[in-house]
């Protein structure tokens, strides 16, 4: 009776000790596995926990994405606002007007249109109302300058979109590459190939790539968009200047057809 009672159970205790023993180093492992592993695997949580000069490459990409949204913004409002004022000043020129009652009209005025028809004006009160061919290509000439002048100040601010767009993917591969080698030299330290070890470092890394790409698809979308918007608006440009031109020429016509009249 009383081996009966005691065998099985020591038995069962012996094998219950020895499955403990060979399950401990594995226990012991995945408690320091688990201590190893960041709680927060987030973007803020990867950011927090990414390498410095990881976390320097986010910040100037999360930095480039607000230039980006704040120029489109600007450049997009300016735009629109310089186009309606092309547009109504350009159906003013279109209409039964001479060149001397547009500028009269659009004195105080600083748009491009308006600045077109003032240096036009200003060549005609300069060449003293001589219209020969040197005054007509005189007067190509200054609206030409006007026309770059006014399309190089609508432009400002889309190179860094261009630049932007171009580096953005190249900085966060950067960041990528930098925290995937601190990664390994991480796992090197640590003595295991454990991918719940490998992997929080590599995501973290990864991150800046997503953030370079975050950056720079927008900036590259926007700035084809602007480009688009401003060779709009500089056939505007080119539209008033034409129109001036028949101002001009309407007024030559005029005042030779009055002379011819006084002459008879």
């Known amino acids: 009776m009383k081996m009966s009672d005691r065998s099985p159970l020591r038995f069962y205790g012996t094998g219950a000790t020895l499955a403990a023993l060979l399950l401990s180093p594995q226990a012991a492992l995945a408690t320091t596995i688990d201590a190893q592993l ?3 695997l987030s973007p803020w949580g990867m950011f927090m926990a990414a390498d410095l000069v990881v976390k320097a490459v986010m910040v100037g990409l999360a930095f480039a994405s607000l230039v980006t949204w704040t120029v489109w913004l600007a450049k997009a409002i300016e735009l629109q606002r310089e186009s309606s004022r092309a547009r109504r000043r350009l159906a003013l020129l279109e209409s039964d007007t001479t060149l001397a009652q ?20 200003r060549e005609t009160s300069l060449s003293g109302g001589l219209f020969d061919d040197g005054f007509k290509e005189r007067i190509a000439l200054r609206l030409e300058r006007v026309e770059a002048a006014m399309a190089r100040r609508i432009g400002r601010g889309t190179g860094v979109l261009a630049t932007i767009g171009a580096t953005a993917p190249f900085v966060g591969l950067f960041g990528t590459v930098w ?14 190939t454990n991918l719940a070890v490998v992997a929080p470092g590599i995501a973290e890394a990864l ?54 009249r006084a002459a008879e």
Do not use: C, K, W
């Open 38 to 40: 960041p709680r927060n």
């Open 102 to 121: 547009m500028e009269r009209d659009s004195l105080e005025a600083r748009d491009a249109v308006a600045q077109l028809i003032h240096s036009a004006a």
């Open 179 to 192: 925290g995937i080698m601190n990664a390994f030299i991480g796992i090197s330290e640590a003595h295991t």
């Open 207 to 260: 991150l800046a790539t997503a953030m370079g790409l975050i950056a720079a698809i927008p900036a590259v979308v926007i700035y084809n968009q602007l480009v688009r918007g401003i060779a709009g608006y500089r056939a505007l440009l080119g539209d008033a200047s034409a129109q001036v031109m028949l101002l001009i020429s309407r007024d030559a016509s005029r005042r030779g057809l009055s002379l011819a």
